[in-house]
């Protein structure tokens, strides 16, 4: 499904992803680099740079686990999409305000290396699921 995400998206789109930790935020974002031909190894947790950067800029990977408010208005984020690259935010409900138009995906844990994906593309009255 991410794979499928990424490649429905249109440049400088915002993914806000959000999930329990360990719900597979990251594994999710393996998969939506993977769908855009981006080698899925050069993901990694950003819990600790904060922002990373695949495929020469086609993906920014933000991770706000650790972050204030303020300390995310300090990052710039709104920035990101301007040069066509797509965002996933990992912890987005971290976010001081919403991003206009991101898409919404909402992961939960079923446990046995299964996941409940909710995504929400802004279309009023449109919510995707599946495991």
């Given at each position: 499904m991410a794979a499928q995400l990424a490649r429905s998206l249109a440049p400088g789109s915002?993914?806000?992803?959000t999930g329990d930790l360990g719900a597979g935020k990251t594994a999710f974002v393996r998969g939506f680099?993977?769908?855009?031909g981006v080698d899925p190894d050069e993901v990694t947790s950003p819990t600790f740079t904060v922002i990373q950067e695949y495929g020469g800029g086609r993906v920014f990977h933000v991770d706000l686990y650790r972050l204030t408010g303020e300390e995310v208005d300090d990052l710039g984020l709104e920035e990101l999409p301007e040069g066509g690259g797509l965002v996933c935010i990992e912890w987005?409900?971290?976010l001081p305000r919403p991003f206009s138009g991101a898409v919404a995906v909402h992961i939960i844990d079923l446990g046995e290396d299964r996941r409940e994906l909710m995504i929400d593309d802004g279309c009023p009255g449109v919510t995707r699921s599946g495991n």
């Amino acid at each position: 499904m991410a794979a499928q995400l990424a490649r429905s998206l249109a440049p400088g789109s915002v993914v806000a992803l959000t999930g329990d930790l360990g719900a597979g935020k990251t594994a999710f974002v393996r998969g939506f680099v993977e769908g855009l031909g981006v080698d899925p190894d050069e993901v990694t947790s950003p819990t600790f740079t904060v922002i990373q950067e695949y495929g020469g800029g086609r993906v920014f990977h933000v991770d706000l686990y650790r972050l204030t408010g303020e300390e995310v208005d300090d990052l710039g984020l709104e920035e990101l999409p301007e040069g066509g690259g797509l965002v996933c935010i990992e912890w987005a409900e971290r976010l001081p305000r919403p991003f206009s138009g991101a898409v919404a995906v909402h992961i939960i844990d079923l446990g046995e290396d299964r996941r409940e994906l909710m995504i929400d593309d802004g279309c009023p009255g449109v919510t995707r699921s599946g495991n």
